[in-house]
């Protein structure tokens, strides 16, 4: 190797002094710096990481899902937790061998309390039966208002979990109101009765919200024969109150159109869904109707009832079924879908001026609701886990494009960190005064200097001869 390809070979680190003669020239600082290789490879073993952790199954969880969800429609209280674990490659079979054997024992004891429960209702839907034969058949008049095969028609059959909204008797209720003005319904009213009935399903306790969306005014023009243009009556701001009943589901009010909008509310006064719920309004009668307003519902009328555009109820003949809520002629039933919440208008077009009493629910349905049994399960609760295994990292495959670039930008960062300063002294040499420094480009500086330094070497041989 020659000299001159060795001073060559000397790298001009941006920032270095250079002395050519007696003239320091400082190399340009880079435009840009390279990227630092440390973020980027950090954020690659992570995302890598990432995808290298991958979901696998345990052959018996969808039985174990399924066996939960039977028992919980069953009325059963069933809670459970839900979990994550990562394991390594190795140590996969032994994790899904455990979580299989664990959710095995979870399903067995699930079938014994499911059997068990199934017993319980085949027998609660039978006293059910029974409770219903006191519902359909009128106290006074002492014959069936329905037969029962309607009755089982109108709730599909399953008196199993059919929930009579109807207050329970000889329990007390409690009631709370929350009232604009003393002595008036306004819009935007409401009141909540507590401890109302029990859920079929479940046996607890069920609340009942009712708030005031909409009144219109009175009129009896047309209506008696036909009953409409009833929802197209005006609005009015109020209409006068009698009483809230608070021995039963009841209120007593002026002449109007009053919408309620019903919420089925749990022990914590928060919305609970029924999942067949039985809706039976008494004592329509005296040119009165009823029309639920935002379901698609079942229903069986009383004999003196009839349907017009869309109401049921009693329209021209008078007709008063005293003593209230007792004639069975006069209830109307509806089979609620599944819910937590229905909405119903009851109309008026009486020319009465003796005001409306009307209910859900009162006390003349003389249900009472039979005992169920309800398995308590006594296991813990069921913990189910999401089961992940960490596959080993793949070789890399970087290109060799790609290499050559990382190791471009690690020569440039360790050319940085060097200090060097050369020195290149010629007496043949002479220097313009007017050489600039702060050179834009580095190759320029060290071009410069190794030119310079040739002659030097050079002059050296010459002086030599």
């Known amino acids: ?28 600082e880079p435009t840009t710096q390279p990227e630092p290789i440390t973020q980027t490879t950090q954020t690659t073993e992570t995302a890598n990481q990432n995808e290298n952790i991958q979901p696998v199954e345990v052959d018996n969880r969808s039985e174990l899902d399924a066996k939960i969800k039977e028992a919980q429609d069953l009325g059963i209280d069933i809670q459970t937790i839900n979990n994550q674990q ?8 032994k994790a899904q061998q455990e979580l299989h054997d664990y959710y095995q024992s979870q399903i067995d004891a699930l079938n014994q309390v499911i059997e068990q429960q199934k017993q319980y209702n085949d027998e609660y839907a039978k ?42 008797p000889k329990e007390a209720l409690q009631l709370e109101t929350h009232l604009a003005e003393n002595g008036y319904l306004h819009k935007g009213d409401y009141w909540i009765y507590r401890n109302v009935f029990l859920d079929s399903k479940t046996s607890n306790p069920i609340g009942m919200r009712f708030d005031v969306i909409k009144i219109q005014q009175n009129t009896t023009t047309g209506a008696k024969e036909t009953g409409e243009n009833l929802d197209a009556l005006p609005e009015t701001d109020k209409t006068r109150l009698s009483f809230i009943d608070n021995n039963q589901v009841a209120l007593w009010y002026d002449n109007a159109q009053l919408t309620l909008k019903v919420t089925f509310l749990d022990t914590d006064d928060n919305p609970i869904v029924l999942e067949k719920p039985l809706v039976i309004i008494t004592d329509v009668d005296d040119n009165q109707a009823i029309k639920i307003r935002d379901l698609d519902v079942k229903y069986l009328k009383g004999s003196t009832l009839v349907e017009k555009n869309g109401l049921v109820g ?4 008078y007709h008063d079924s005293s003593p209230d809520g007792v004639h069975r002629d006069a209830w109307i039933m509806y089979a609620l879908p599944a819910t937590d919440h229905f909405t119903y208008t009851f109309y008026s077009f009486s020319s009465s001026f003796g005001g409306v009493y009307q209910g ?14 309800i398995v ?20 890399n495959t970087s290109t060799k494009e790609e290499d050559a670039i990382i190791a471009s930008q690690q020569s440039q960062i360790q050319n940085q960190s060097m200090q060097t300063n050369i020195t290149t002294t010629s ?23 190794c030119i310079v330094s040739s002659l030097g070497l050079v002059s050296i041989k010459k002086r030599k001869k």
Do not use: C, H
Request: glycine share 6%; charged share 20%; net charge negative.
């Open 314 to 317: 009693n329209f021209g003949a």
């Open 1 to 28: 190797m020659n000299k001159i390809t060795k001073y060559l070979e000397a790298p001009v680190v941006a920032g270095a002094l250079l002395t050519i003669g007696n003239v320091a020239i400082k190399a340009a």
């Open 127 to 168: 006293e059910q039966e029974k409770a219903f034969a006191t519902v359909i058949q009128d106290p006074i008049y002492k014959q069936d208002e329905w037969s029962m095969d309607q009755l089982k028609d109108l709730v599909g059959g399953d008196f199993n979990k059919v929930t009579v909204i109807s207050k329970r």
């Open 376 to 395: 308590q399960w006594d296991g813990q609760n069921i913990q189910l886990t999401d089961l992940f295994v960490l596959q080993p990292e793949q070789p």
């Open 427 to 449: 007496a043949n040499v002479q220097t313009s005064s007017n050489v600039s420094t702060g050179v834009s480009l580095p190759w320029m500086s060290s071009l410069f200097g």
């Open 86 to 93: 990562t394991v390594n490659q190795q140590d996969l079979p």
């Open 360 to 373: 859900v629910g009162s006390e003349t349905i003389s249900y009472t609701r039979p005992n169920k049994s």
